[in-house]
Nanobody, 125 residues
Framework: QVQLVESGGGLVQAGGSLRLSCAAS????????MGWFRQSPGKEREFVAA????????LYQDSVKDRFTISRDNAKNTAYLQMNSLKVEDTAVYYC??????????????????WGQGTQVTVSS
């Protein structure tokens, strides 16, 4: 498994931006698919964005597709989630995940084997 640590969360006004980081341990980071999920109080954890190991393909939840960008820097063993035009409904704890996944499994909240501890994102109106 991969050890993951998220950072970059905080409080921002609606319309603002944040960039989340997910630092991963291990020398084989580039082989892993990386994903971002979020969970709001009283709701189930939901898929936000992911890319598979090569970084050549990405998936997004429809509600964030034109506002969020997922990326990775294999040299730094770090994945990022750039979040622009934030909305109040984006408020949640954001988690990164890693595993050797492809295809539709990337959207699943149960398929990923490694998870970070989460970082809080709060968007105020």
């Amino acid at each position: 498994q991969v050890q993951l640590v998220e950072s970059g969360g905080g409080l921002v006004q609606a319309g603002g931006s944040l960039r989340l980081s997910c630092a991963a341990s291990g020398r084989t980071f580039s082989r892993y698919a990386m994903g971002w999920f979020r969970q709001s109080p009283g709701k189930e954890r939901e898929f936000v964005a992911a890319f598979w190991w090569s970084g050549s393909g990405t998936l997004y939840q429809d509600s964030v597709k034109d506002r969020f960008t997922i990326s990775r820097d294999n040299a730094k063993n770090t994945a990022y989630l750039q979040m622009n035009s934030l909305k109040v409904e984006d408020t949640a704890v954001y988690y990164c995940a890693a595993d050797l996944l492809i295809g539709s499994a990337l959207r699943s909240t149960t398929a990923w084997g490694s998870w970070g501890q989460g970082t809080q994102v709060t968007v105020s109106s």
